[in-house]
DNA sequence: GTCTATAGTTCGATAGAC
DNA sequence: GTCTATCGAACTATAGAC
């Protein structure tokens, strides 16, 4: 017998509440808070618009859930990989940086489940200054950019807690950057560089964001 | 006699058209284009709501005014960097960098302009894809970088092309994070980290990006 | 859980008097 | 150039039937 707890696990295909996630995930991207509209994401995600109402109460909570699903999942993936880091040895700061920033390079790239969505929206939000981009921030990034400037610190000795801070930040803005796919590196370079190679971009970033960090960190007025 | 033509160089007190610009730049840059609203701009501006459709049009139009005023100051101290720099040889790179980074850093701290307001604008469609961040990402900055980038590679011979595109915009994005000052430095800092220190910001910046650079230009796989 | 219907706002844009 | 008045459309959110 089929009663209400034996949800198959496979994907069905209505899933009210993940199709209105993604729906609005794409909404909130493309057209930023304000101009996305609960009567579209109901209409792109195939439901009635009072279902979203049922689910998420209203726009402020969609976003937030929103948000919340996928920086689960990254900064799930980023606690693994700092608590891997320094079971053994110090590890080099290559290597540290490169786990902070592959995964959530690599979750932008994930087209097949409308990651480059996401990488749109994260970028807005991160460098925006109003209160609701602010709360979802401190809310749901700002645990894990503690814990790796900790571990940058670790790693790097010389680095001061300011400078730690300022290459944290600097360094995801840069991965951030790229993720966001706007297709002007492409245009700018006549099509030589191309914003979908996730280990040329990964590679790129963890380059850029060492080198930097480490000019940070042998400043004069240090 | 005084006619149209002999308007008073001083500032007036009641400027509509400067008055509105100013408004606009702040609600789009606090709400975002689809949160902001005509009749807002035009309250905070102290201007009737129809003049805003007098002077401008529409909403796209004026999106587009506010975004053109600022570019024009900052691109046009850019470009007459670059035209001094390479008069007399060769600068360096760190030299080029801030002739590049400064002009954008200090209007986005001339509070009493109101440049903080559009620091935060030039973040939100710099990094966006939808299609007027784009296009006015594409009108009014495109051109810069593109001398910038060709000044990066005469500096710096050793730089591919991809690799100065991308470091271009390594460079503008991290110096286009701390402009947006979102607070989140100081907060992860707990106050160690300063917005408002300009110098400090172009120093951190500069030195940043230029060894960001140079790691991009010597990577094996060059 | 899913739907219709609708209340109650707010929006962009225009017409037309002065 | 400045204003009032307003049209028509879109919006968020809720109430209530099924």
Same mark, same amino acid.
Request: charged share 25%.
């Given at each position: 017998m089929l009663t209400q707890s034996d949800k198959p696990t496979r994907k069905q295909s209505k899933d009210s509440r993940a199709d209105i996630l993604q729906a609005a995930e794409r909404a909130f991207a493309d057209l930023g808070f304000g101009g996305a509209s609960i009567r579209a994401i109901a209409r792109e995600a195939g439901v009635n618009q009072a279902m979203i109402h049922y689910y998420y109460q209203n726009k402020d909570q969609l976003f937030s859930a929103v948000v919340a699903r996928r920086s689960g999942e990254i900064n799930s993936r980023r606690d693994d990989a700092l608590d891997a880091l320094f079971n053994d040895a110090i590890p080099s700061l290559e290597v540290l940086m490169e786990a902070l920033l592959r995964p959530t390079i690599e979750i932008g790239h994930d087209d097949a489940r409308g990651g480059s969505a996401y990488a749109r929206l994260i970028v807005s939000f991160n460098n925006a200054a109003d209160e609701r981009s602010q709360r979802v921030t401190e809310e749901y990034y700002d645990p894990i950019a503690r814990r790796s400037i900790a571990a940058m610190k670790r790693v790097m000795?010389?680095? /001061?807690e300011a400078d730690a801070v300022r290459g944290y930040l600097f360094s995801i803005s840069l991965a951030l950057s790229v993720m966001a796919k706007t297709g002007r590196a492409a245009r700018l370079s006549q099509g030589l560089?191309?914003? /979908?190679d996730t280990e040329e971009i990964v590679a790129n970033s963890v380059a850029f964001a060492c080198a930097g960090i480490r000019a940070l960190a042998s400043k004069k007025d240090n």
């Open positions: 000795p010389a680095l /001061s560089c191309d914003d /979908s």
